[in-house]
């Protein structure tokens, strides 16, 4: 049975026709039948310029991921694997949140202010930010 | 996405029960900087997570 409801399809499709460079989703985790991977597959059917690749716990290293931060959603686009990502599934808001960041990526689309670009342009540290969300 | 140096990550608080353990989560969202150096809880404006980063790793 499909996770996305035909009405819910319509929508990321649409979303998903403005996509402009190829983008690449991938989903880090133990492998075996998962939601995650079924709803990955789900999305990747609604646009040409999407792809779905799954990697293994062997690979999380690779990505800069930790065992425990499993499963994890990546998106690749032009400029190379995007430092902003999922950790667990993408339920509730954050389903909305991946599909504008699917987009985004894909436009090489900042919405930040001209004031945090120049703040963040200016970073010698490394920043690491987790926004904890549930679904609901 | 704007710089190398910022790993941003949204976390399932409900998947990750030691992560959010940890960094005492009991509402959402939340968000943890540099591994609880720092939190803001809710939505903040982006010049209040902008000012919240500086607190933490200077301007």
Redesign the interface.
Same mark, same amino acid.
């Given at each position: 049975m499909a996770i996305l409801p035909t009405n819910v399809k319509q929508q990321v499709q649409e979303m998903f026709s403005e996509i402009d460079q190829p983008i690449k989703m991938i989903l880090v985790d133990e492998g075996g039948n998962s939601e995650l991977d079924q709803l990955m597959t789900e999305l990747d059917a609604l646009s040409d310029k999407l792809s779905y690749q799954r990697a293994g716990v062997a690979e999380a290293s690779r990505y800069g991921l930790d065992e425990e931060s499993l499963p994890s959603i990546l998106l690749e686009g032009p400029e190379g694997v995007s430092r902003a990502r999922f950790t667990g599934a993408p339920a509730g808001h954050e389903f909305g949140v991946l599909i504008q960041d699917i987009v985004d990526l894909s436009q090489g689309q900042i919405t930040l202010s001209d004031a945090t670009k120049r703040y963040l342009e200016s970073l010698t540290e490394d920043v690491h930010l987790q926004v904890f969300t549930t679904p609901t | #996405?704007?710089? &190398? =140096?910022?790993?941003? +990550? #949204? /976390? !399932?608080? *409900? +998947?990750?029960w !030691?992560?959010?353990r940890k =960094?005492n /989560?009991h509402g959402? &969202?939340?968000?943890?900087? *540099? +591994?609880g150096r720092h939190y803001l809880e809710g939505a903040v404006p982006? !010049?209040h997570l902008?000012k919240a980063?500086?607190a933490?790793?200077?301007?």
């Open positions: - | #996405m704007y710089s &190398p =140096h910022v790993v941003a +990550e #949204m /976390v !399932d608080a *409900n +998947e990750f !030691d992560l959010t =960094h /989560v959402v &969202p939340k968000t943890v900087i *540099n +591994e982006e !010049d902008v980063i500086q933490v790793v200077g301007s």
